[in-house]
DNA sequence: CGGGGGTTTGACGAACGTCAATCGGGGTGG
DNA sequence: CCACCCCGATTGACGTTCGTCAAACCCCCG
């Protein structure tokens, strides 16, 4: 098993590791982020360079330097948080194999927010100029960034949604379906379930509630049956039941 | 008194009206968002097409057609929201004279969010393309979209941690210290007051909180003696002690 | 067999929502 | 000019949601 092997090794335990790292992860999400062509992803494959960290690692934000490249999460979980003076911790939004973890200028350079691992994660950057590619980077630089902002825009404002108008039974039905979704996108989601390696702790930071009532609201979920859980591992049970949950759209 | 200056009716009665107008709000808030040239900023000056609106109107948003110009807003207040199926509202932010309301593209084209004035408001249009201006605003654009899109994830990430970390009383002091930051900037805080024409189901909408809570809330930065209300108008009794009960830097 | 980090549980209190009534000021018609 | 009206602000009473503290539990690992 090589060092990026054990790095996904949370994807391994539940089989879908071949799957995940087959066509690879970061073209996968790269032809959806922007409908890159096969020769484009092909330079862009050609060009990352692969980095390891480990959990609690910052692997993006402000204190990284300005010549910051286009860089990617590969394997492991991550999110976008800031701590308060007096310790309090928000997460902004958790972060899957296949996001852009940060860009070299514009909103995701953030100054705003600091990325750290929540898992051991492998990451792949994507130098602004390359000796031997100096210019046909650059149009696909335009297409990736922005399409990584819209994406990042969208979910920051579907939080700030279930943060100001849910309350804690429906923000983890609602976070739970966005990352089903999400994964799903990357090949992570097998039948109803998908790796969910997040510790109670980081769901309440990012859902604005107290780990001891993050247990209670799960615990509600499995209770109706909506969900189960078992290890590091979610299984959707009722997707209708739960979307109406999330949606407001009460059944 | 003209149709212009009857829709800014709430900012000639506290007597701010000459300021807010006669530079130009619109200048005064491209110039700060990208120190744009004098001569950048008459070019822009000569483009602005304006339109009037009355409150509860749509000013920008997915229904608004494709070919959406550039739209800032001259004067009164408006709010990015979304309303979910139930009728729950949230509001991601307010919006006050000289900011963006909407670009061509890119995430201020907002799929994400409407803008709805929640007072009578005029905005300015710049177009994309004009016959006799032809090539000479698109670099302009590209500086004002990125300026204004940074800035609004900025405020898109502070709201994620009142909503998500704060309580009612951080909230409602960090949002008040938030506007009058803001304002300040186009020249419309008039020595500790500025004018907040919003009912309290608005900030109780963008808060997360009941219009109830709102009122409370607003009564006790009374009590404390951190604010003072009269009319439609904010006083900031104690900058200092309300700076510190928004940052969570208790004093 | 401990040990440690994360989860679960219980008990209690604080923060917040809901419902409903009342108040207050600015606008309107008589 | 005054009575009325209407919308939003305010108040009270009560129930729910959620936070806090502290203890017990569980599981994996050394």
């Known amino acids: 098993m090589d060092r990026l092997a054990e790095a996904t090794s949370g ?3 539940i089989g879908l590791m071949a799957r995940a790292s087959g066509m690879g992860v970061l073209a996968q999400r790269l032809s959806q982020l922007s409908l890159l062509s096969q020769s484009e992803l092909g330079t862009l494959q050609k060009l990352e360079k692969r980095k390891e960290h480990e959990a609690d690692a910052l692997i993006a934000g402000d204190s990284l330097g300005v010549q910051a490249p286009l860089r990617f ?3 492991g979980w991550a999110c976008r948080q800031r701590v308060m003076p007096d310790g309090r911790r928000q997460i902004f939004g958790f972060l899957i194999p296949g996001d852009v973890l940060g860009t070299p200028s514009g909103p995701l350079t953030s100054a705003f927010a600091s990325v750290v691992a929540l898992t051991a994660v492998v990451t792949a950057d994507i130098p602004l100029s390359d000796d031997k590619h100096p210019n046909n980077a650059s149009s696909l630089y335009s297409k990736l960034i922005a399409a990584a902002e819209h994406e990042t825009e969208k ?3 579907d939080h700030i949604v279930r943060l100001g108008r ?3 039974l429906e923000r983890m039905a609602h976070l739970l379906l966005e990352l089903r979704r999400r994964l799903s996108r990357v090949g992570l989601v097998n039948g109803q379930s998908f790796p969910m390696p997040l510790r109670q702790e980081s769901l309440g930071d990012a859902l604005g509630m107290s780990t001891v009532h993050v247990n209670r609201t ?3 979920l499995r209770l109706k049956k909506l969900i189960q859980c078992s ?3 979610v299984t959707v049970l009722d997707p209708v039941r739960l979307t109406a949950l999330a949606d407001g759209t009460q059944i």
Do not use: H, T
Request: aromatic fraction near 6%; hydrophobic fraction near 45%.
């Open 11 to 13: 994807v391994a335990e």
């Open 73 to 75: 999460l590969l394997s």
């Open 155 to 157: 979910l920051l404002y």
């Open 166 to 168: 849910m309350n804690g």
């Open 218 to 220: 799960m615990q509600q």
């Open 231 to 233: 290890g590091r591992e």
